[in-house]
């Protein structure tokens, strides 16, 4: 069996040859690597992004739109209860007021952006657009919230006994608190709708966010219905800039 042994160098320029083919090969090496991780993560942003427009665009976009649509009616229902209970009506017609005031149990979702953040997507994004749907989801965030004080809101208000004869003065401070709990609620929901919007026309990186106002329009439509709304809806016109309403 024969044994090759090594050549030895013959001078500094061998020996630099060889160092420069070993280097080269490794910075190839690399060079493949990172070229295969951008591409992998191209790919990667390039879902989470679907996930994230499409959460926004099809389920919170619509529900904000919604929520702007119908803020006044609501406004409208919470000023006819008060000054009814104030008039001294009975607890039956307190009652029936209390129970058409909407309650909704949707809740503003976030799986895209938890989604996101278990894939380490920050890390891969520019901070810019990292930024601008952190901002969309901590609105969405603050939304449910909202959501669910109001839902706890409207069950203090439905718990009138619709019994004959005028409330007691205990009730109508419990009734007056609940109503002013869902006119806060209201108007931060409607606010940050707004803001959410108007957030989500402006272009993110290399990502846009496409808002199908026929959809969100016909989704108002169908709350308006629902809860005998269609006298007091306001259109909500998307512009480039943001929003605005159209009484």
Not at 97 to 106: G, H, I, M, Q, T
């Amino acid at each position: 069996m024969d044994i090759h042994k090594p050549k030895p160098w013959h001078g500094g320029r061998e020996f630099a040859k060889e160092v420069g083919t070993i280097v080269l090969g490794v910075l190839i090496a690399l060079a493949m690597e990172q070229a295969a991780e951008w591409a992998h993560w191209r790919q990667k942003l390039s879902d989470l992004r679907i996930a994230m427009t499409s959460e926004l665009a099809s389920d919170d976009a619509p529900q904000a739109y919604t929520r702007m649509a119908i803020g006044q009616c609501m406004d409208r229902q919470l000023d006819a209860l008060q000054s009814a209970a104030e008039q001294g009506v009975s607890r039956v017609e307190l009652a029936k007021l209390a129970k058409a005031y909407p309650a909704s149990d949707e809740t503003w979702d976030d799986e895209g952006w938890k989604g996101f953040l278990a894939a380490d997507g920050p890390a891969h994004m520019s901070a810019v657009e990292a930024n601008s749907w952190w901002f969309d989801y901590a609105q969405a965030t603050k939304m449910d919230q909202i959501g669910d004080d109001e839902r706890q809101a409207i069950g203090a208000l439905r718990a009138i006994r619709p019994k004959a004869g005028p409330m007691s003065e205990p009730e109508l401070q419990d009734l007056n608190r609940a109503v002013g709990r869902l006119r806060n609620d209201n108007r931060w929901m409607v606010h940050d709708a707004a803001v959410v919007l108007g957030d989500l026309t402006y272009l993110k990186g290399s990502a846009h966010v496409p808002l199908n106002e026929a959809a969100m329009r016909r989704r108002v439509a169908g709350a308006a219905k629902d809860y005998h709304l269609k006298d007091c809806v306001v259109a909500v016109e998307l512009i480039p800039a943001g929003l605005k309403d159209t009484p």
